[in-house]
């Protein structure tokens, strides 16, 4: 199966305004869009973090290393918690429909290291396609 995953090219190898969307731009718009769902859907909101997690697992398949795709996933952890707190204050919907933590800020907590294990286990299945035999 692993050999059938898509394979982006390497983060390094990107021309820098690549990596300045692919590792700022798109976790600060998704954690923005998934934080303005938080007072409105819960559904949606879940499907927005879904895509957000399938998106911490692409990213990481650009690095080569578990190591270098945690880091990747933990600033993108960051970016994307911050956003989605900031918006949803920003929105002012009321009250959430998906209840955050309290207080707030631990929920960079856990998209820190929901990002960093994400994009260590992207890497690293990048690595282990890499070892199978031809």
């Known amino acids: 199966m692993l050999e059938r995953l ?5 983060f390094a190898e990107l021309p820098a305004a690549i ?8 976790p600060i718009v998704s954690g923005a869009a998934t934080g303005l769902l938080l007072g409105v859907s819960g559904t949606w909101y879940v499907v927005a973090n879904v895509l957000a997690a399938i998106g911490g697992f692409a990213a990481g398949r650009e690095h080569v290393t578990p190591r270098t795709g945690a880091l990747r996933g933990t600033w993108g952890g960051l970016l994307f918690g911050s ?19 309290h207080p707030p800020v631990l929920l960079l907590v856990f998209t820190i290291a929901i990002g960093a294990l994400l994009g260590a286990l992207g890497a690293r299945s990048r690595g282990a396609e890499q070892a199978l035999p031809a």
Not at 6 to 10: A, E, T
């Open 6 to 10: 898509w394979r982006p090219p390497l």
């Open 19 to 26: 990596k300045v969307v692919n590792a700022g731009v798109l």
């Open 83 to 101: 956003a989605l707190l900031i918006a949803h204050e920003l929105a002012d919907n009321g009250e959430e429909i998906q209840a955050l933590p």
